[in-house]
């Protein structure tokens, strides 16, 4: 079972208010990683870390940023929520290695109204 | 770059029938290739992997080889469940890319009694 957490599972906010979604593992990872899921279930990357004081943007550009300032806590804030950021966001965490596994937490689904 | 296509679905299928959900890829070198499934409302979950040219990955009853010669790594299974129905993921990751994981867009299976 993975160690990795992310809160909330849903949420649903107006528009531009700052939100932050967090991320907690609890497995050391080094590497850490937001998705953002598109309706039609496209995965795509936008941001990531390969440890602590590292943050890297993706392939899909965001509004969003993120921190790392712990190993085991990644969280992704939006300054000013719009209805364009709604979606669902996904956190993943891995060990340094070709062949390891990504470990993905459940999701937070996300309402901008 | 890297890629992955996958077969587009929804793929709907009876109990107790044979999947396969085609992948392919484009990389350099020999990338690790990955299953993922995700269940409704949840994250993605391993669901098996290969790490090199020949291997098959095997869990729950699905299975997939790494055919170098051919870029593909097809997820089979003999008689699926009800309980399969989920979005399957194909993905990749190479040295060339920094280890970061490339996705397919996903495959909704469909799994009627």
């Known amino acids: 079972e993975a160690d990795i957490y992310q809160t909330p599972r849903y949420l649903v906010i107006g528009t531009g208010k700052k939100i932050t979604l967090e991320c907690s593992q609890t497995m050391g990872h080094d590497k850490m990683y937001w998705y953002q899921q598109d309706p039609g279930m496209e995965l795509h990357l936008i941001h990531y870390?390969?440890?602590?004081?590292?943050?890297e943007k993706g392939d899909l550009s965001s509004e969003s940023t993120v921190s790392r300032i712990r190993t085991e806590h990644f969280p992704l804030t939006l300054e000013s929520a719009r209805p364009s950021h709604t979606s669902q966001y996904l956190c993943a965490s891995r060990e340094t290695g070709l062949g390891t596994e990504a470990f993905f937490g459940q999701g937070t689904r996300l309402t901008v109204v | 770059g890297n890629s992955v296509t996958q077969m587009e679905g929804p793929v709907t299928l009876s109990e107790e029938a044979f999947l396969t959900i085609n992948c392919t890829y484009t990389a350099t070198g020999y990338p690790s290739l990955f299953w993922y499934v995700q269940y409704p409302g949840e994250g993605l979950q391993l669901l098996l992997k290969a790490t090199k040219a020949d291997d098959k990955g095997s869990n729950k009853g699905f299975e997939a080889t790494y055919r170098k010669e051919t870029t593909s790594f097809h997820l089979e299974k003999g008689s699926v469940q009800v309980s399969d129905s989920a979005v399957y993921f194909c993905a990749l990751k190479a040295k060339n890319a920094g280890n970061m994981l490339t996705f397919g867009g996903g495959t909704r299976l469909m799994v009627k009694p």
């Open positions: 870390s390969y440890g602590v004081n590292s943050t």
